[in-house]
């Protein structure tokens, strides 16, 4: 019986997590549990895995969870200590240990020495009486695992640079990731041994990646995001095709058709058509290149220059204070990476403050660029309409809006933040259609729409 | 033949130079358990439609294939009544009453199997792959449904057809568009992602006989470097042995920034993408040397 109440705690916590786990499918789990020999963990996280989680992105919440409910071990044996100050022998002691243990990338006995260390010098002080904490950043500020790179890479190589660093230096940040994880994953099984796994599990389930804010994303989140623009960029691709083929059927192809009749004895049963001839809207797009909402100009830029087939011609236009075409930076094939570092080198942003001022950009943008915006153009203005309190320049804006064939404006702040401070939102909302853009999921479904 | 446990489907698939881990052997065990068809996700070139040939090879199957494509209808999928056929045994009928003539028409010797339909007649042992079914359009999923869940196909003029010994099914999907919830339930969920070095090393040792060892070793490391580049495409394991077979095919027994210039065609096939990794891979060890 215990194991089914853990069963159906587990499915809660899924569901909990937002992994959309259908009766059915718990069912199949109970079936494939009593296929395999529960003895093995990892045979009984593969039977889970593949009964409940159809989605990559939901992997993560999974492996955490499954962690939480399904311990390697329990208990913790381990004599806890003081954290010794940086220097005690026994510190280094630990960090040669552990660097060894780098070295040769033996999982299970790096996890041993992780579990160890939490044992040791993670539990925290503090709380109510006779309450124990653990925590895994004192662990880490022990061991400071990252500052043992130099020292492993000395190990391996016989000189520095190259390729070979490249390779050992890849290894070597793997490994370090992964006892970072073993670590934190040994002191979610211990708080949820002391409280519960339900009140472990909140808080540490991460978010998918494609919901993550674009504002709030921490540097990892920020590569892993990007890694993610060409494969998104390849589905909605993908979908924009086949919803042209299957869409609007074109004008009667009558050849094709009198043609495919002489099979049914000149009866033409079935009519074919010329396909469609495809609407590709000439797009330009205005971001916002100061350092706050730089990274949401980054994935709308790098989105849309990804899908430049779909549109007619894509001019891209970026601004802080200063306003300067940037098209030229993103030749067909050029590489994105480099596209961004030349569009923050060279393009001319900055006026006098760096501070981004809309209303002067909007100015600027219709002296110098007006014939840009004509009635076959989509305008996709992206930013955070926060103007540092500077002028709008609302009927520039609204003159611009009328001329395009349709205005979007994108806001990556959450919609509760609009109207906050400087934040110009339901000015300029007001003139241009304002949408939520907060992560890769509302950021593709509003380039689905525009395509 | 039978699989006894996921250790077992492990050892098999070793022994036809799939090396599988823990999560490859447990799922394809349990889709042969428990009778469900398994939906393999990932990249391209990462062995989906392989796992499915080595099952097929390891429980002495015979593989029956529907390959996907934009425009699969049911005519290509399931089965087609063979028009041109009914239509001669009708101009040879002469003064036959019509309902016998249509009696006859719509028999076994006018049916035209597609691979669903053979799949599900066989009684021999059969693994069905149903390859890239993201490419097929979605209305091919609900038609794949029925199939499925429960292993039937519903010709109106003969009526419903039940399989007398269930396929294995598998079906292997790029993730260029979701599929239906209704298909995902209905399937074991295995994602194949691009492997760890040591793998993908065991791989192509496997795969390309007479490499050496700390060149595989290498070759596999460079690899994985070159996929945390950001690249348009990343190389897949089948690229990595074919560099591996190019490299031995040239003699090359070291790999160095050299050597990778010149064979980079082989891993990379993006313009912009070989550029990149000239400059981040190659430029710095010839700077390095």
């Not at chain 1, 020292?151 to 940040?173: N, Q, W, Y």
Request: aromatic share 6%; glycine share 6%.
């Amino acid at each position: 019986m215990a194991l089914l109440d853990r069963h159906l705690g587990f499915v809660a916590a899924l569901r909990e997590a937002g992994l959309p786990v259908s009766l059915a499918e718990g069912l199949d789990a109970v079936h494939a549990l009593a296929a395999i020999d529960l003895a093995e963990r990892e045979s009984l996280r593969a039977a889970y895995a593949a009964t409940l989680v159809k989605r990559q992105a939901s992997r993560e919440a999974f492996d955490t969870l499954f962690d939480l409910w399904f311990p390697p071990v329990t208990g913790s044996p381990e004599e806890a200590r003081e954290r010794p100050a940086y220097g005690d022998p026994e510190v280094r002691r630990l960090r040669d240990e552990l660097s060894r243990l780098l070295l040769d990338g033996d999982d299970d006995l790096l996890r041993a020495f992780a579990r160890q260390a939490v044992g040791t010098y993670g539990r925290g002080s503090g709380g109510g009486a006779g309450e124990s904490r653990w925590f895994s950043y004192q662990v880490l500020r022990t061991l400071s695992p990252e500052t043992l790179m130099a020292g492993l890479l000395t190990a391996v190589l016989t000189e520095r640079g190259g390729l070979d660093e490249k390779v050992a230096r890849r290894t070597f940040t793997r490994r370090v990731e992964r006892f970072e994880r073993l670590v934190a994953e040994d002191v979610r099984r211990r708080i949820a041994e002391d409280g519960g796994a339900e009140k472990a599990a909140r808080g540490a389930v991460r978010r998918p990646l494609d919901e993550v804010d674009f504002l709030r994303a921490t540097r990892a989140d920020l590569a892993a995001i990007r890694r993610e623009i060409h494969p998104l960029a390849r589905r909605l691709a993908a979908r924009l095709a086949h919803r042209r083929r299957h869409g609007r059927r074109g004008r009667l192809d009558f050849r094709r058709t009198v043609r495919a009749s002489l099979s049914t004895g000149g009866v033409p049963l079935t009519t074919h058509h010329r396909p469609p001839r495809p609407h590709k809207p000439e797009l330009v797009v205005l971001c916002d290149a100061s350092d706050s909402v730089s990274s949401f100009a980054h994935f709308t830029l790098l989105l849309t220059y990804a899908l430049r087939e779909q549109f007619a011609r894509v001019r891209a236009f970026a601004f802080i204070d200063d306003l300067d075409e940037i098209t030229r930076f993103f030749a067909p094939g050029a590489d994105v990476v480099e596209a961004m570092t030349r569009m923050t080198r060279e393009a001319r942003l900055v006026w006098i403050s760096g501070h981004s001022d809309y209303g002067r950009a909007f100015g600027v943008f219709e002296d110098r660029y007006a014939d840009a915006v004509t009635p076959k153009t989509s305008l996709l203005i992206l930013g955070d309409a926060r103007s540092n309190y500077g002028s709008l320049n609302l009927e520039t804006v609204e003159r611009l809006a009328g001329r395009a064939r349709h205005a979007y404006w994108l806001n990556p702040e959450p919609v509760r933040d609009w109207d906050t401070g400087d934040s110009a939102a339901s000015a300029y909302g007001a003139v241009v259609p304002m949408r939520e853009c907060r992560n890769l999921t509302q950021l593709a479904d509003f380039v689905e729409s525009l395509a | 033949m039978t699989l006894s446990s996921p250790a077992d489907v492990r050892e098999r698939l070793a022994a036809v130079d799939y090396l599988a881990d823990d999560a490859i052997a447990t799922t394809v065990y349990l889709a042969a358990a428990l009778g469900k068809p398994l939906l393999v996700e990932g990249p391209a070139g990462v062995g989906k439609t392989e796992l499915a040939k080595a099952v097929a090879s390891i429980t002495d199957a015979r593989l029956v294939r529907l390959q996907c494509y934009e425009g699969l209808d049911e005519a290509r999928a399931l089965y087609e009544w063979n028009y041109k056929k009914q239509l001669l045994r009708i101009q040879a009928a002469g003064d036959q009453s019509w309902s016998a003539t249509h009696d006859d028409i719509f028999s076994e010797e006018f049916l035209l199997e597609r691979p669903l339909l053979t799949a599900i007649r066989r009684t021999d042992p059969t693994v069905l792959l149903i390859d890239e079914i993201d490419k097929a359009d979605v209305e091919v999923e609900g038609l794949l449904l029925e199939v499925l869940s429960d292993f039937q196909v519903t010709i109106p003029e003969l009526g419903t057809i039940t399989a007398a010994r269930r396929p294995i099914v598998v079906l292997t999907s790029n993730a260029t568009r979701e599929l239906s919830e209704a298909l995902k339930r209905r399937c074991l969920y295995l994602h194949l992602d691009y492997p760890s070095p040591e793998r993908e090393r065991d791989i192509v040792r496997a795969r390309v006989p007479g490499i050496d060892e700390t060149l595989a070793a290498r070759l596999a490391q460079v690899v994985a470097v070159l996929r945390e580049l950001e690249l348009k495409k990343p190389p897949s394991i089948a690229e990595t042995v074919d560099w591996a077979r190019t490299l031995l095919a040239l003699g090359l027994d070291r790999l160095d920034g050299e050597a990778i210039a010149a064979t980079l065609g082989v891993v990379l096939k993006h313009h912009s993408d070989q550029e990149r990794a000239r400059k981040e891979v190659v430029a710095g060890d010839a700077a390095a040397r």
